[in-house]
């Protein structure tokens, strides 16, 4: 694409082909200390013996040994199995619908999209303790229902040790599914219409249309949720610290509220480091192959 | 030495060579068109010149100057690019005078090439609008606009027109030929479009597998087709290949064939070039083109050597202007070009005028022209 | 402008932004942000301002002082420690470990620290026989809130034994309240269990268990029984229990909806808030079984390596003025707990106040003061979480109490 | 039927459309439902609050909430709401969002129409950094941050929030410049514009909608954050979250949850009207580029 030096070319030519990589090096540079530096730095600390401060004494693999003694660890990587497969899922699901009603030439539409859209912009230090009331049968839904008279109604999940990772669930789709909505919105708007046109006059129904035309075209919308969803999902931290603080006992913690809690609240951070490094495996797992996929066709 | 030297210019991707030693003089005033098929390395010899891709080995020089490593900038060309490459945030105006702004001609200069250029090119009226506001003809000329206004040495086309309608582009075809006429500048143009190579240039360098086949004048190329590739990419309907033998029959080179009902056609070809005498008893490829074969009424009376040739009418498509007759030759489909009002009939048989003079004939092996 | 200017600007700018720091002025690092016990932390601050001592406010809330704890670490790993910090228990001594604390001595010997603060507050205070903080209060954390209206209603006495305790909460089920507030969160389920351990073992097993981490006595039948009183105290919670905050709670006190809660003195705060009186519309006593002893935090602010001399005097007057009664009179009342300072008149505290003055010293005296595991002064953190994780999880209904004791034992091994 | 009219060429029955406007606006009643609840909490005296029903309308409608929320309630020893720390935020927020943006385009640019070997390895390395967890980064940046003496600035926690933000934005620019005509680059090259004039004159005026993209991304990110804003301001530098949070959650004392939730309103406002202005522009500027991958 662009030019490739040749021998002897002048100080123009060869400064615009500098300069790119110039432009591209601090940001370069930054990732590999600000990112790959602190990767290592904690890799590093899960093979030591750090408590409340980095220290450096040598442990080998004494804490990834504790780390899947510990019980609540086996509960955290449970529920985020749990928890990021219903979350993409639903998420999905519901972006989908969402994005499919809408490109149905609604009317207020431009009403509707910032409806759905707007959680994203919300953290939830600031709505946390209102789905915590919600949720809560003494003062929420529950007793609403109550109120206005159906006696028998029960929503109690959050405080029920089964039940209260699937309301974890809620208010993270509650969360991301407008964003996955404004994705598949985009993907729908870029299919050309012409195909559409071709299809129906093939006499496919609209069922039809989407299952066969519409949503295959849609891969890249779903690849892109797919990623977005799976590192939000393992990164989830202040949706269960505002929802149950990890509760009842233990029963929502997640990897993501271990780690901050033996690194930072229990003074055992070569442990917490451990379980980061076990997190970012688990990141990379997952997008390295996409990142390789994605790259290798665009080359 | 011309005005545009490319000399044994070589390109690599890698370990790919994807252009292999062009060699062509540009003279000052040529239209030089490169054709040929997509892939063959015509965009990539035209971004070599414009100094958007680098040369590997050998030079290219304008007006003498070596122009490897010189920055596009600097090498005072122009180019028309496919998709126009209007700046969509710039008004037409400004698309214009753009180049000449970061050369730093000041403003009143600025304003009066622009206007100069849109009046020739009788935009004045859409100087104020922006690229998404015109039409795909208005596009073009806003484009051609641009690079006029540089003044350059040397115009650069990459596949100018493809993007048009098809009246629209014949009409643009003429535009740009009468601009080459009044301007007289030199042109390098990339098309894969062969008529447009022919009405537009001077010279034609066709192009395949990152060689150029050949280069010659349009008749040239026309006539006598340096290989099989050129002979079949040039014109339209493609030119008829037959496998035949020649055969020695009263002193006289023919080209024996098969006719429609499996009996033998032999075509005498008493003006065949010199070096036919080695392929004697062998087979070879025959090259005819379609308007050589006709009625008899229809035959050039300048011809030399009409030879008749019967045999059974496949198809006939009327084109208005022509009939084109299909009818089986040598086990092919054989094109001829009749008037429209020549009486032929599907099915039936014809007496065929073939006018081999135009004929020519190719290496089975090496595809090359027997000259 | 020229490069020289440049340069010449930035250094003002630096310099704007260090001296803030480097002049008479601490920088203080606390959780106290609500209303009240942050108007109590502005008495200290007044009184450094009439001294001539600046005050930078750095509160972070949450989590019961730990997103504090993890913003103080990302301070002190960036260099910029802040001059004092609100801290509790073994994290001192962690800090202390550290080498980040500042020595204290000069002024304790001066002002006579080590005659009125109780010895089992210094464990703290002190490392290696030098002062690092400045203790504010002592919580106890073994009291029980009961609304005393609903105690009449009931006809229930101030219960002394355990027994009376479990027959006092079932007349209040059976009369159709709920017994026992209780908010469904880890600290507040071991705050319960301090007291069942102290209430079952008495202070030797407690001091084993909680304190020495003796796995025999962890994983004891002693230990099982004060899983099974938990599994009784259980039983008279409400169902909607879970992730309550322990004002909640407190409210159903308050509300008469709820006859007990077992809670630390800063409850108090709630009661005296909504307009009622100690002794009079509701009551404390210590929970049944743990009379004579006390289970303790106590707020201390640690101080931070400085080493510019006016940075030094700013940190100095800062410990004196924690220390002096008058604040220490000040915030106490405010903050429902008790002066760390044994020295120090009650006549200004309210009934609960009083009984709690009168029995931290008694138990000072007689050996009966014990840390609480629940607030991080029994154990350093990890074991205290390792321990909730276990409690937790047993209150919730995940182990019986025989497993709860062998689980214990198992979570306080991997956590040393 | 008005469907066969529009663009799209999908057709559906009357029935179905009012099945699907009745589903559309269930949905938004979900969506709708926490603000909602913060909103006519934040009305509501808090005696109302404690003793009744949280979904009701108050019976007696107050603003002291808000006014309290704004300029009264306590955070840490000083009574001065929310108010200073809504400018905290402000002065963070605004030049980390404008420095990476205009770096993950300027990335973008690069990695797009100035290919060269490596590039995509580089992208690769770039994008990867979106998904770390940022506990991780805590103690190390820390140190880091005391090293270059700009612990507790808002000058540091600029750097903080532009070094992460370089991966989102550069993903976005690059995929929103891929599909820009490279022609465009090459006609300005011949033009005689150098690296920098193609940048600023062709590349920028025509990356509307993804700087949109871009914008509301970084500043919804950036506005919410409070891991950063606790850990490296200092008191009285703190962001708007630190602060709220500090309403918000204090450990012991009564909870004025009508002043917590109109507090929570207002540290949410900037970002909700970002999405309300600019939100439009969100999935068009999505459309060009984000969901190609």
Known sequence: MATTTDTGADFRTRLQEWLPKLVLSPSLAIMLVFVYGFIAFTIYLSFTDSRMLPSFGWVGWDNYDRLFRVREWNVALTNLAIFASLYIVICTLIGLTLAILLDQKIRGEGVLRPIFLYPMALSFIVTGTAWKWFLDPAIGLENTMHLWGWESFTFNWIKDREMAIYTIVIAAVWQSSGFVMAMFLAGLRGIDNEILKAAQMDGASNFQLYRRIILPQLRPAFLSAFVILSHLAIKSYDLVIALTGGGPGNATALPATFMYSYTFTRNQMGIGAASAVIMLMTIAAIMVPYLYAELREKK | ?371 | MTMMKKLHMSAAVLALSTTAVAAQEVEVLHWWTSGGEAAAVGTLRDTLAAGGVGWLDMPVAGGGGSDAMTVLRARVSAGDAPTAVQMLGFSIQDWAAEGALANLDALAAEQGWADVVPAALQRFSTYEGSWVAAPVNVHSTNWVWANSALMAELGIEQPTSWEEFVAAMEAAEAAGYTALAHGGQAWQDATIFDSMVMGVGGPEFYQASMVDLDPDALGSDTMVEAFQRMETLRGFVDDNFSGRDWNLATAMVINGEALFQIMGDWAKGEFVNAGLTAGNEFQCFRVPGTEGTVTFNSDQFAMFNVTDPVAQEAQAAMASAVMSPEFQVAFNLVKGSVPARTDIPSDQFDACGQMGMAQLAEAAASGGLFGSMAHGHANPPAVQNAMYDVITAHFNGEYDAATAAAELVTAVEIAQ | MAAASTETAIRSSNVTRVFIYLVLLLFALFYLLPFGIMLVNSLKPLSEITGGNMIALPRDWTIAPWLSAWSTAQIGVEPTGLRPYFINSIVMAVPAVVLSTVVGALNGYVLTKWHFRGATIIFGLLLFSCFIPFQIVLIPMARILGLLDIAGTTTGLILVHFVYGIGFTTLYFRNYYAAFPTELVRAAQIDGAGFFQIFWRIMLPSSGPIIAVSFIWQFTNIWNDFLFGASFASGGGAPMTVALNNLVNSSTGVREYNVHFAGAIMAAAPTLLVYIVAGRYFVRGLMAGSVKG
């Open chain 2, 1 to 371: 030495m011309g005005f545009l030297d490319i000399d044994n210019v070589t390109k690599s991707y890698g370990a790919v060579e994807v252009l292999h030693k062009v060699d062509i003089d540009v003279q000052e005033g040529e239209f030089l068109v490169l054709v040929g098929p997509s892939g063959c390395g015509k965009s990539t010899l035209l971004n070599m010149i414009a100094g958007l891709e680098g040369i590997t080995s050998g030079e290219i020089r304008i007006k003498d100057r070596v122009m490897n490593g010189v920055h596009p900038s600097r090498r005072n060309i122009a180019m028309v690019f496919q998709s126009y490459a209007l700046y969509p945030n710039m008004t037409v105006g400004k698309n214009i005078t753009f180049g000449l702004e970061m050369h730093g001609t000041p403003k009143p200069e600025r304003e009066k090439a622009m206007k100069d250029v849109a009046q020739l090119l009788q935009i004045e009226h859409l100087l104020d609008r922006k690229p998404g506001q015109l039409s795909g003809g208005q596009r073009q000329r806003v484009a051609m606009g641009r690079a006029l206004v540089r003044n350059p040495d040397v115009f650069l086309f990459d596949e100018p027109l493809s993007n048009l309608d098809a009246k629209l582009r014949v009409d643009m075809r003429t535009e740009i030929k009468k601009l080459h006429h009044r301007l007289g500048t030199t042109i390098v143009y990339v098309t894969h479009d062969q008529i447009e190579a022919m009405t537009l240039s001077t010279r034609i360098a066709v192009m395949f597998n990152g060689y150029v086949q050949q280069l010659g004048t349009p008749k040239e190329i026309y006539d006598t087709p340096a290989n099989l590739f050129v002979a079949t990419f040039m014109g339209s309907p493609a030119m008829n290949v037959l496998k035949v033998k020649l055969e020695e029959r009263n002193g006289v080179p023919h080209a024996v064939m098969a006719g429609a009902d499996g009996a033998e056609r032999a075509l005498a070809m008493p003006n065949a070039p010199a070096a036919a005498k080695a392929y004697l008893g062998r087979e070879v490829m025959l090259g005819i083109r379609p308007e050589a074969i006709t009625d008899p009424e229809g035959a050039d009376r300048n011809a030399r050597n009409i030879q008749p040739l019967a045999n059974t009418v496949g198809v006939t498509e009327p084109a208005g202007a022509d009939t084109f007759v299909t009818m089986t030759l040598a086990g092919k489909d054989c094109v001829a070009r009749m008037r429209a009002d020549a009486d032929v009939r599907p099915g039936q048989p014809f007496d065929f005028a073939v006018n081999m003079d135009k004929a020519v004939l190719f290496d089975i092996e090496t595809e090359t022209r027997i000259a």
